[in-house]
C-alpha cells in the first residue's frame, strides 16, 4: 500500500506556457499533500502543503500565483506552474501524507519539466 | 524552509562494509524519516522515527532518534551494490504547526564490489 503517482513524468514546455502536474495516492486518502523541487543533486525543497478542500500553505519565497495548486479531493493534488520560465526547469515530486496520526510521507516518482 | 545537515556528504566504500551517516538540525524535532533516493525517481521511506532514544531497524538499516532530538543516524550494515543511492533524513519540527517535512541535504552512497 502507499502508492503515489504522478503524471506526467516529464514534460517539455516553451517559455511562457503553463504546465500542470498531477499527483494521486492510489491507495490511500491523502489528508495532506506536500509539493517538492529539487534541482540536480540537491536536496529537496519543500514549496508548500495542501490539504484537502482548503487553500495551500507556501513556504517562504514560494510565489504562489506562479505555483498554483489545487487538491480537490482526497486523492488527487495539482500543481501548476504558470507562465514557465528556463529558470522554472527542475525535477518537482509530491508527497502523501494517510492523516494526522502518522507522519509518513510516501513520494510520487517526479515529474521532469524542462522549459526552453 | 528549514535545512538539515547531513554527512557526510558521500561515502565510497567496499560491498561489505558498515555504512554510518548522519543528520543533524539547530533545532528540535519531533519525528525523523530516513529515505533512498534513486536517480530520477522519487524517494522511498526506510524508516520513522517518533520517539526521542528510539532506535529501529528495517533488515539490514538501523536508524536512531538522537536523544537531544537534534540529529538522526542510519547505520546500514554488510553493504551490498543495490544500497547504491542517495540517502535523505527528513525532519518534522512540531506537528502542532502542520505535518510538513524538511530534508536534509542528502549522503551519496556508492558501493564498489
Known amino acids: ?116 | 524552509g528549514q535545512q538539515l545537515n547531513q554527512s557526510p556528504q558521500s561515502m565510497f566504500i567496499q560491498e561489505g562494509e558498515d555504512v554510518s551517516m548522519n543528520c543533524t538540525s539547530s533545532s528540535i524535532f519531533n519525528t525523523w524519516l530516513w529515505y533512498k533516493q534513486d536517480p530520477g525517481e522519487g524517494p522511498v521511506l526506510l524508516i520513522a522515527l517518533y520517539k526521542a532514544g528510539e532506535l529501529t531497524s528495517n533488515g539490514r538499516l538501523t536508524a536512531q532518534f538522537g536523544i537531544t532530538r537534534k540529529d538522526s543516524f542510519l547505520n546500514i550494515s554488510a553493504s551490498i551494490p543495490s544500497d547504491v543511492g542517495i540517502y535523505f533524513c527528513a525532519g518534522q519540527p512540531d506537528p502542532n504547526t502542520g505535518n510538513q517535512f524538511y530534508f536534509g541535504t542528502g549522503t551519496s552512497l556508492t558501493v564498489i564490489p
Open chain 1, 1 to 116: 500500500g502507499a502508492v503515489v503517482s504522478q503524471h506526467p513524468s516529464w514534460v517539455i514546455c516553451k517559455s511562457g506556457t503553463s504546465v500542470k502536474i498531477e499527483c494521486r495516492s492510489l491507495d490511500f486518502q491523502a489528508t495532506t499533500m506536500f509539493w517538492y523541487r529539487q534541482f540536480p543533486k540537491q536536496s529537496l525543497m519543500l514549496m508548500a502543503t495542501s490539504n484537502e478542500g482548503s487553500k495551500a500553505t507556501y513556504e517562504q519565497g514560494v510565489e504562489k500565483d506562479k505555483f498554483l495548486i489545487n487538491h480537490a479531493s482526497l486523492t488527487l493534488s495539482t500543481l501548476t506552474v504558470t507562465s514557465a520560465h528556463p529558470e522554472d526547469s527542475s525535477f518537482y515530486i509530491c508527497s502523501a501524507s494517510r492523516g494526522h496520526s502518522t507522519y509518513e510521507q510516501y513520494f510520487g516518482p517526479g515529474t521532469r519539466l524542462t522549459v526552453t
